[in-house]
């Protein structure tokens, strides 16, 4: 019971870790994607699993009961075995990481934002808009597009926000696995690219364990999720897909070699 516990938490776990994949949103910007991009997420997965690990332990046999732990006071536990010094130093870490955070998720997704207009995924206007780089070559249009939203959302309830986002980032990943699954049939059977160890049988066990995740989360995170999916899919159908030779041009860049 304990261990399906541990499982269905994972949810907001998964958005802890999310960080790791920013080499993807920004692959256009490697050498030799194919193969570099692979090799960079699994080492910034290694690194952050053991930054994030270790203050998690310490937190961890530094509370002095359960209750304290799961109250999430981190400066109190702190204090408790150090100094009020030592707390504050690590509330304005935490403060500082949070602040980090922000600007590279803005930075990463008004990078994807700009490329889905430079790609022609929008109606003509919104994509003459977005694609707009400013002075110094950055996309301050879609980077507005990402950060105003993301401000306002601070005022919206946080047991909602990690909620919907866990259960996106889980889907997501579901998503990810599956096509993992079927990334060696048909066309991409020969494809040359980074091959997966233990194919298939990681993707089929993540897919079973992503799948019991999202069957523990609560109804209300479920819908917001499906209803966003939906309306891309849609999106996808009724717009993208009849307009497929003036829309959604994505091209490919040729790998270079050093």
Known sequence: MTGMLVVSGLA???????????????????????????????????????????????????????????????????????????GTFVSLCVALAIINAGIVMVIQNSRVLFA?????????????????????GSPWV???AVGVPGALLCFVNLDTLYGVTGVSVTGMYLLVAVAALLARRGSHAHTPAWRMPLWPAMPVLLIVVLAYILSQQETGYLLWTGGITAVATLYWAFYLRPRRDTRWLVSIPEDTQE
């Open 116 to 136: 889905s207009a430079r790609d022609k995924a929008w109606p003509e206007p919104v994509n003459h808009g977005l694609a707009k780089l400013g002075r110094f």
């Open 12 to 86: 907001i776990a998964l958005f802890v870790t999310q960080g790791f994949s920013t080499a993807v949103y920004l692959s256009e910007e490697l050498e030799n994607p194919r193969r570099n991009v692979a090799r960079t997420v699994l080492a910034t997965l290694a690194i952050s699993t053991v930054i994030i690990l270790v203050p998690v332990v310490a937190i961890t046999m530094g509370a002095s009961d359960l209750s304290t732990l799961t109250g999430g006071d981190i400066s109190s536990m702190v204090t408790a075995w150090s100094n009020s010094a030592v």
């Open 142 to 144: 879609a980077t507005l």
